[in-house]
T-cell receptor, first 109, second 114 residues
Framework: GQNIDQPTEMTATEGAIVQINCTYQ??????LFWYQQHAGEAPTFLSY????GLEEKGRFSSFLSRSKGYSYLLLKELQMKDSASYLC??????????FGQGTELSVKP | NAGVTQTPKFRILKIGQSMTLQCAQD?????MYWYRQDPGMGLKLIYY???????DKGEVPNGYNVSRSTTEDFPLRLELAAPSQTSVYFC?????????????FGPGTRLTVL
């Protein structure tokens, strides 16, 4: 089975940088996703990592270390609109995609 | 492209009633998923499919059934609705091609069972 852990809540200041960590244990790894979800809305895809290393997309970057079962999402130049829940999800070899509980990020002025 | 569409957007059911939640995608994605999300909680996988004719159970399949007769459609069936099935249901699809993948979610169906 899978076990995915993320911090429940984080708070950061507008304009700052925040790193949201995700650790996982899986019986067969086939990729890790990050999503953003605003209250009352569907999740929105942010990134996909299947190889070790850093993937950068504008203000958002995602890092993966398969040997450590570890990923992080880095958000730079935080804006108020970045206040949302950030979801880490891991795909197994057979296609099953399991989500963590999500990290609620609050951005303060 | 319409992306991932779900119908209905809202539904109220009585205990014991049945219904089908519809999900369709027009992106020729091979993977499709059904999730439920209870208030303040994460997404729980109900069923998934890696292609037409292939479905498999997720974390919380009890009380639900699915079928995938075409690439585009992945309906979720509730046979005997129970209050514990009150939730928001999200359908998602993705296409994995080598080292890239992007997953899209539908807008969700908000279901209340009374």
């Amino acid at each position: 089975g899978q076990n995915i852990d993320q911090p429940t809540e984080m708070t950061a200041t507008e304009g700052a940088i925040v790193q949201i960590n995700c650790t996982y244990q899986t019986s067969g790894f086939n990729g890790l996703f990050w999503y953003q979800q605003h209250a009352g809305e569907a999740p929105t895809f942010l990134s996909y990592n299947v190889l070790d290393g850093l993937e950068e997309k504008g203000r958002f970057s995602s890092f993966l270390s398969r040997s450590k079962g570890y990923s992080y999402l880095l958000l730079k130049e935080l804006q108020m609109k970045d206040s949302a829940s950030y979801l880490c999800a891991v795909r197994e070899q057979g296609g099953k995609l399991i989500f963590g509980q999500g990290t609620e990020l609050s951005v303060k002025p | 492209n319409a992306g991932v569409t779900q119908t209905p957007k809202f539904r109220i059911l009585k205990i014991g009633q049945s219904m089908t939640l519809q999900c369709a995608q027009d992106m020729n994605h091979n993977y499709m998923y059904w999730y439920r999300q209870d208030p303040g909680m994460g997404l729980k996988l109900i069923y998934y499919s890696v292609g037409a004719g292939i479905t498999d159970k997720g974390e919380v399949p009890n009380g639900y059934n699915v079928s995938r007769s075409t690439t585009e459609d992945f309906p979720l069936r509730l046979e005997l609705a129970a209050p514990s099935q009150t939730s928001v249901y999200f359908c998602a699809s993705s296409y994995q091609d080598g080292y890239t993948d992007t997953q899209y979610f539908g807008p969700g169906t908000r279901l209340t069972v009374l």
